[in-house]
C-alpha cells in the first residue's frame, strides 16, 4: 500500500470524536448541521433489508473489508477506530419514499473510512479478503467521497420499526426553519443490534435540506 508519513503506532483522529456533532446529535430536539467530504465504503442494493438477500452480503462485504482495511494500515503504522454502519435509502420517486412500502426501497450501507484510505487501498483490501469474499461481491464496495451538505438531524432513542413519530418531527422541523428535503433519507446506527436491547439502540436520523426557494 505505500509507505504514509507517519510515525509508529501514530493514530489518525476518532472521526466520531471530532465530528461529534454529525455522530452524537441531541435525542431532544433537531438541528441543522452543515455536513464537510467525507470517505466511505459503500454498497448498493434494493429491497426489503430484512428480507433482501443483497442486504447480508453488503453487511459482510463492508465489515469485512473495512477490517482488513484496518489491520493492514495498522501494520504501516495508521491506526482508528472502525466507524458505525450508516445507511441511505430511498425510492426512485422520493414522494412515494414510505416506510410501510420496503419493497421498493432503494439503498447505499456504508462505513465512513479516514481520508488517508486511498482507491489504492481498497484495491489491495480486495486482494487480501480473496478468501472471505467471492470476486463478484468484493467489486461491489466502491470508496467515495460523499458531500451532504446542509441537513437536519436528531438522535432516535429506541427500535428501528418505532422511526416514523421521529423522523415525522425531524420533517415538519426542517419546514418550519423554511426548508424543504433535498436528498435521501440517511441513518446512522451507533449500536450493534445483535448485542443491544431494542429500547436502547440508537440511531441519527438524517436529511439533507435546501432552501424552499431554490426547489421548484
Known amino acids: 500500500m505505500g509507505t504514509r508519513p507517519v510515525t509508529k503506532n501514530s493514530v489518525t483522529s476518532d472521526m466520531k470524536k471530532t465530528s ?14 452543515d455536513v464537510p467530504p467525507m470517505t466511505f465504503l459503500m454498497f448498493d442494493g434494493t429491497g426489503d433489508p430484512n428480507t433482501a438477500p443483497d442486504y ?38 422520493m414522494t412515494q419514499f414510505r416506510l ?14 479516514p481520508a488517508a484510505v486511498a482507491d489504492a487501498d481498497v484495491a489491495a483490501a480486495y486482494t487480501v479478503a480473496t478468501k472471505k469474499l467471492p470476486p463478484a461481491t468484493r467489486t461491489r464496495v466502491r470508496r467515495e467521497v460523499y ?5 437536519a438531524q436528531v438522535l432516535h432513542l429506541g427500535p428501528y420499526a418505532a422511526e416514523a413519530p421521529t423522523i415525522d418531527a425531524l ?15 440517511h441513518e446512522i446506527y451507533l ?3 445483535r448485542k443491544t436491547a431494542p429500547e436502547k439502540l440508537q440511531t441519527v436520523i438524517r436529511q439533507p435540506i435546501a432552501p424552499s426557494a431554490n426547489v421548484p
Open 20 to 33: 461529534k456533532y454529525l455522530y452524537a446529535p441531541s435525542a431532544k430536539a433537531s438541528a441543522i448541521v
Open 56 to 93: 447480508v452480503v453488503a453487511i459482510e462485504a463492508l465489515y469485512t473489508l473495512t477490517y482488513t482495511l484496518k489491520f493492514a494500515l495498522k501494520r504501516e503504522g495508521l491506526d482508528y477506530p472502525v466507524m458505525p454502519l450508516e445507511g441511505l435509502w430511498w425510492a426512485e420517486d
Open 100 to 113: 410501510d412500502a420496503r419493497t421498493n426501497w432503494r439503498w447505499t450501507m456504508m462505513i465512513a473510512q
Open 147 to 151: 458531500h451532504e451538505g446542509l441537513s
Open 171 to 185: 420533517h415538519a422541523f426542517i419546514a418550519a426553519q423554511g426548508y424543504v428535503r433535498a436528498g435521501k433519507h
Open 191 to 193: 449500536n450493534d443490534p
